[in-house]
């Protein structure tokens, strides 16, 4: 009998994931974005409990104990004073375990970021650079 590989089967979320983990079919609308890129749905404010940016919102799921998530604020908070229409949104990943579970969140911190339309453009999980954020919300702003 074939032994199975360990991680076999699992899968990997990286800087340019955008598909959600869960292909059942559901309330989800599927759009197609940038390159081919499929973005899974739009997010607004009764979703995020904040208003979205003019031109682009970077959205954080945090946890109450995670290192990485401050750190991730403060480059996502840098980063959005520095481009004029972005807003930083935090979400608490515990209080809006719905919203976690329909967007695919695995781990803290995660960020989608939304074109002005509220369409997610780019997701990453672990803490970002500031040059990507910064490349993310390049391509954000050109899809509008």
Request: charged share 25%.
């Amino acid at each position: 009998m074939p032994r199975r590989r360990r991680n076999e089967g699992a899968r990997v979320h990286g800087q340019d994931e955008v598909r959600s983990p869960d292909p059942s079919p559901g309330p989800r609308s599927r759009e197609s974005g940038p390159g081919g890129a499929v973005s899974v749905r739009r997010l607004g404010p009764a979703d995020l409990g904040a208003d979205l940016g003019a031109r682009a919102t970077l959205v954080q799921f945090s946890s109450a104990f995670c290192a990485p998530c401050r750190a991730t604020r403060r480059v996502l908070a840098e980063v959005a004073r520095m481009v004029p229409g972005v807003a930083h949104v935090e979400v608490d990943a515990e209080a809006r375990l719905e919203l976690v579970r329909s967007l695919g969140v695995l781990k803290t911190p995660t960020v989608f970021v939304l074109d002005a339309a509220g369409r997610i453009v780019r997701r990453a999980a672990g803490q970002p650079r500031k040059a990507d954020v910064i490349a993310a919300l390049g391509e954000a702003v050109r899809v509008v």
